[in-house]
């Protein structure tokens, strides 16, 4: 019995060191300028990648449609005169213009990261004054979340 009680409190005296350091991450994570927003964009980053390889690695996915959006690479390229497209399952267009820059559609959820780094590479000043989305299908809404700070400035 003694034994048990004495399990007991270290696990008290364990969680009164933990707990605090949790707390004070917690608080961390929600008021510092941006560390939120990043960690959102590093997990569904990382939940893409693991989403992909999961795909890829299906022998029964092999020719499917979901095998083939996989292998489109994230890119950004001019495609026009001031007009950008971030290539992946759902492609994102930002349209420059003198005032400030407008996306149009916003790509896959998991993919976001991907072409946020993509189009912030290609265009430095990237600089948006509004999100336009064609429809609700995920591949053309699924990045307003991470999109939408940047629009707000």
Same mark, same amino acid.
């Given at each position: 019995m003694n034994k048990l009680v004495d399990i007991y409190f270290k696990g008290i005296k364990l969680i009164g060191y933990i707990l605090p350091i949790i707390v004070i991450a917690l608080l961390v994570f929600n008021f510092v300028p941006g560390?939120?927003?990043?960690?959102?964009?590093?997990? %569904?980053?990382?939940?893409?990648?693991?989403g992909m390889k999961r795909i890829a690695s299906d022998p029964?996915?092999?020719? *499917? %449609?979901?095998?083939? +959006?996989?292998? /489109? =690479?994230?890119?950004?390229r001019e495609i026009s005169a001031g007009i950008w497209q971030a290539t992946g399952v759902g492609n994102a267009h930002v349209i420059t213009t003198a005032d400030r820059d407008v996306l149009f559609d916003t790509g896959l959820a998991t993919q %976001? =990261?991907?072409? /946020?780094?993509a189009l912030k590479a290609a265009i430095p000043d990237l600089d948006l004054s509004h999100i336009i989305v064609s429809h609700s299908h995920?591949?053309? *809404?699924?990045? %307003?979340? +991470?999109?939408?700070e940047t629009a707000q400035r």
């Open positions: 560390l939120k927003k990043k960690a959102q964009i590093a997990a %569904v980053d990382k939940m893409g990648d693991i029964d996915a092999k020719g *499917s %449609v979901a095998a083939e +959006f996989i292998n /489109i =690479p994230i890119e950004a %976001v =990261p991907k072409q /946020i780094k995920a591949d053309h *809404s699924g990045g %307003v979340k +991470f999109w939408e």
